[in-house]
């Protein structure tokens, strides 16, 4: 690990970019950290409650969302928004369906495009939290629409200036920017995380036999969170390689082959249906809590309660039949059989035993049907850890566990891609030239 680290910082570019990456982290903590002026800081102080749809969105914020923060928001807008114009660019709007189709150039134009529906998403989503905190907390120093509208903007601009450090990472530094933000905000809970269950099982104990106890059920609790990261890793990292030739000669009578494959993960939609799903059931929920307790609100509870097996089976059900829908929707969405099938036959590529055109499609179609199953289970199980936990194991019911289950896929994902570019910044070979100084 050292020789590692030794290697890193022995590129004088590489090192640069990491020194770059860290410093916009640290930015990102320091701002995540700092109380919007216009908030009472005591209102927040005695605990605000995020749960459903909030509680994902504090999670990926590292708690900016319960203290209110310059990056309360995140990037969650800018997530949104993504996901929106990939949806709609699936043949649904035209004008995006060209520009997938146009390159870098309509790269471009669809990013233009994402930054304003983000602003519009931003400002809709701090109107609402901040309206909704203040009606349930009062957690504005004044209830006035100029104080409102300080919150918003401010919020707002903390969400593009998150997202704009999101890209300089990926510009000038290391990783994926948007994906460290987000990593960045988990893992900053973790040391909490441990120290609240370590309080909970051994220091609360009194007594030398339950002190004992606390001490190997704490040690049980480290081996099991270690277990489900090696697991979530070894998963991340399976893929299956489809083979691919080439035709390396124009001439019929000296055609050779050169071949490679085509990795399709095991776990090809990431992290991205557990948060659907999530969403999907935990927005209604959210709306029926603000309204209070009526009829429809209560049948909302009993549908949407994802999180509860024992007192409401139906939304825990419901749950996992959305995680697997989303896994097998998304997968194809990101895998265009029909386009890996048109470029191979452009490029004079063919799967061994297999026709090209539309067998080929079919084929790709099915492998990655395949290969969705299994991804679809391991979300399930990484998805219902979490959950069934605290009912399985009653001392840590109360808890915060903050990496199992969708923060564990973001980060070990996130983990593994930047490394993975580390390591490919170091296998790159410096040429020196005679006039190079």
């Known amino acids: 690990m050292f020789t590692f680290l030794k290697k890193i910082f022995q590129k004088g570019?590489?090192?640069?970019?990491?020194?770059?990456?860290?410093?916009?982290?640290?930015?990102?903590?320091?701002?995540?950290?700092?109380?919007?002026?216009a908030i009472n800081s005591a209102k927040l102080s005695s605990g605000l409650e995020t749960t459903g749809i909030l509680a994902i969105m504090n999670m990926l914020g590292g708690g900016?969302?319960?203290?209110?923060?310059?990056?309360?928001?995140?990037?969650?807008?800018?997530?949104?928004?993504?996901?929106?114009?990939?949806?709609?660019?699936?043949?649904?709007?035209?004008?995006?369906?060209?520009?997938?189709?146009?390159?870098?150039?309509?790269?471009?134009?669809?990013?233009?495009?994402?930054?304003?529906?983000?602003?519009?998403?931003?400002?809709?989503?701090?109107?609402?939290?901040?309206?909704?905190?203040?009606?349930?907390?009062?957690?504005?120093?004044?209830?006035?629409?100029l104080s409102y509208a300080y919150v918003v903007i401010i919020m707002v601009a903390g969400a593009m200036?998150?997202?704009?450090?999101?890209?300089?990472?990926?510009?000038?530094?290391?990783?994926?920017?948007?994906?460290?933000?987000?990593f960045t905000g988990i893992v900053s809970n973790l040391p909490t995380s441990f120290i609240t269950v370590f309080n909970t099982l051994v220091v609360t104990n009194q007594g030398t036999q339950k002190l004992v106890m606390g001490a190997l059920n704490y040690g049980l609790f480290v081996l099991l969170y270690l277990l489900i990261v090696v697991f979530v890793v070894y998963n991340e990292g399976a893929n299956r390689k489809i083979p691919i030739v080439y035709a390396t000669n124009s001439n019929p009578m000296m055609r050779t082959k050169d071949g490679t494959h085509m990795p399709i993960k095991i776990n090809t939609s990431g992290v991205i249906p557990v948060i659907?799903?999530?969403?999907?059931?935990?927005?209604?929920?959210?709306?029926?809590?603000?309204?209070?307790?009526?009829?429809?609100?209560?049948?909302i509870q009993k549908i949407c309660t994802y999180n509860q097996p024992v007192q409401y089976p139906i939304g825990f059900v419901l749950y996992l039949v959305l995680i697997v829908a989303f896994?097998?929707?998304?997968?194809?969405?990101?895998?265009?059989?029909?386009?890996?099938?048109?470029?191979?036959?452009?490029?004079?590529?063919s799967i061994p035993g297999v026709r090209s055109g539309i067998e080929t499609q079919n084929y790709i179609k099915k492998v990655l049907n395949r290969v969705t199953v299994v991804g679809s289970i391991f979300?399930?199980?990484?998805?219902?850890?979490?959950?069934?936990?605290?009912?399985?194991?009653?001392?840590?019911?109360?808890s915060a566990v903050t990496l199992y289950g969708t923060g564990l896929i973001i980060v070990t994902g996130v983990a593994l891609e930047t490394v993975n570019q580390i390591k490919t910044h170091l296998t790159r070979k410096e040429y020196r030239g005679y006039i190079r100084r």
């Open 327 to 349: 896994s097998f929707f998304y997968a194809n969405l990101q895998i265009d059989a029909e386009k890996i099938s048109g470029d191979l036959r452009k490029n004079g590529g």
């Open 276 to 299: 659907f799903a999530s969403s999907v059931l935990a927005t209604p929920l959210t709306v029926s809590q603000l309204i209070g307790n009526t009829n429809v609100s209560n049948m």
């Open 13 to 37: 570019e590489l090192r640069h970019k990491i020194i770059f990456t860290l410093g916009m982290l640290f930015v990102f903590r320091i701002g995540s950290a700092v109380t919007i002026p």
């Open 161 to 182: 200036f998150a997202m704009w450090m999101g890209d300089q990472i990926t510009n000038k530094g290391i990783g994926n920017g948007v994906s460290l933000l987000i």
């Open 379 to 398: 979300l399930l199980i990484v998805a219902v850890i979490p959950i069934m936990i605290p009912v399985i194991w009653k001392t840590v019911a109360n």
């Open 64 to 145: 900016s969302l319960e203290r209110f923060s310059l990056f309360s928001l995140g990037v969650s807008p800018y997530i949104t928004a993504s996901i929106i114009i990939e949806l709609l660019s699936m043949d649904v709007i035209p004008t995006l369906t060209q520009w997938r189709d146009e390159g870098e150039t309509g790269r471009k134009k669809k990013d233009r495009v994402t930054r304003y529906v983000t602003v519009i998403l931003a400002a809709v989503q701090a109107f609402s939290l901040t309206y909704a905190f203040d009606k349930s907390y009062g957690i504005l120093r004044e209830s006035t629409p």
